[in-house]
């Protein structure tokens, strides 16, 4: 019923012309859309639903005939009357190499990857990504095993809807917290999923991520995935640095393209950007760009129906 329900709801904005209104509008206003994307791939996650490459190759053929497709280091020079849109990835997940590059290259684009250097070093996901793949792959007396400090619910049963909420219900517990915080909270989570082997969501190694740098734009999103507003000044300063270290003895270049993580970010931070040399500080915010700008905003892509992703390409979600 939801899904019949969101189909009838696309087909109506359609019928009314918005997609042609907002694409209008966007070129008129000198707009960019800037696309915020995670995974690409055929293997369903509740947890974590990913794009399916059915619906990204849709996309960038919606995208291809209706916008000029650039990256952030083109902004400032590219020369077109269409509007402007970006492709950005975050997080650095195998499966941007399996499935969203063939595709980006049989309409030949190219996209932003914002890496998170200590999940390339470790080959380890980042703390939320780890605990989905145990909640997503463990019975539930394991799961109901967890002690966390603090957080009393336990998983009710064994449907995919109550696995997900349960597992929502423990990021949004541990996210919002300094790492220091989340990190002597989530030792107990650890040591449990430790003991069972499961399958974990696969990341780009540092050899795979100097292969994409040659074809796509490389940026960072923080050294290890904090949420940059419960930090301090200091905090965010040695991640920084240590995110420019980063790229200057691992890929031999500079850092200019900067992601926030879980768009959570505070004013003064962006001056720390500034003042490193970081070009293009990127948000979520659900909202359009400009082409110059102290940061830019992105729009979240998600969604398992073609419309529904190119109407969130459009811009819809914005007044939501």
């Known amino acids: 019923m939801k899904r019949a329900l969101k189909a ?3 087909l109506t904005q359609r019928l009314l012309r918005r997609d042609r209104r907002l694409i209008e509008a966007i070129r008129r206003e000198g707009l960019v859309t800037i696309l915020n994307l995670h995974q690409v791939s055929p ?3 509740p947890f974590w639903a990913p794009l399916h490459p059915m619906i ?3 996309l960038l053929g919606f995208l291809t005939e209706n916008f000029e497709i650039v990256g952030f280091r083109d902004l400032e020079s590219v020369v077109t009357n269409r509007p402007l849109a970006i492709l950005s990835f975050d997080d650095g997940y195998h499966n941007f190499i399996e499935y969203a590059i063939p595709l980006l290259e049989k309409h030949r684009l190219k996209a932003n990857m914002n890496i998170i250097p200590a999940c390339a070093e470790s080959g380890i996901p980042i703390w939320n990504v780890r605990l989905y793949d145990f909640l997503n792959s463990t019975d539930r007396r394991v799961i109901n095993s967890l002690e966390i400090p603090g957080f009393e619910k336990k998983l009710a049963g064994d449907s995919t809807s109550d696995r ?5 219900a423990i990021s949004s517990y541990l996210k919002n917290r300094p790492r220091s915080e989340r990190e002597q909270i989530f030792e107990a989570i650890e040591s449990t999923i430790s003991q069972h082997e499961i399958r974990m969501t696969r990341m780009m190694d540092i050899k795979e991520i ?3 740098a040659g074809d796509h734009e490389i940026g960072v999103h923080s050294y290890s995935h904090e ?4 930090e301090s000044d200091e905090f965010f300063s040695a ?3 240590q995110c420019i270290g980063f790229f200057e003895e691992q890929l031999g270049s500079a850092v200019d393209i900067y992601a926030f993580p879980n768009g959570s970010y505070r004013e003064s931070q962006l001056d720390i950007l500034k003042m490193n040399g970081i070009r293009f500080p990127l948000l979520v915010d659900e909202d359009y760009s400009r082409r110059t700008g102290e940061c830019f905003p992105r729009f979240t892509i998600y969604g398992n129906q073609r419309w529904e992703a190119r109407f969130q390409a459009l811009g819809i979600n914005r007044d939501r």
């Open 239 to 241: 991640d920084l640095a």
């Open 210 to 212: 100097r292969e994409v």
């Open 164 to 168: 997900v909420n349960f597992g929502l």
């Open 8 to 10: 009838g709801y696309f």
């Open 43 to 45: 293997h369903f996650n």
């Open 56 to 58: 990204f190759d849709d």
């Open 227 to 230: 949420s940059m507003a419960f």
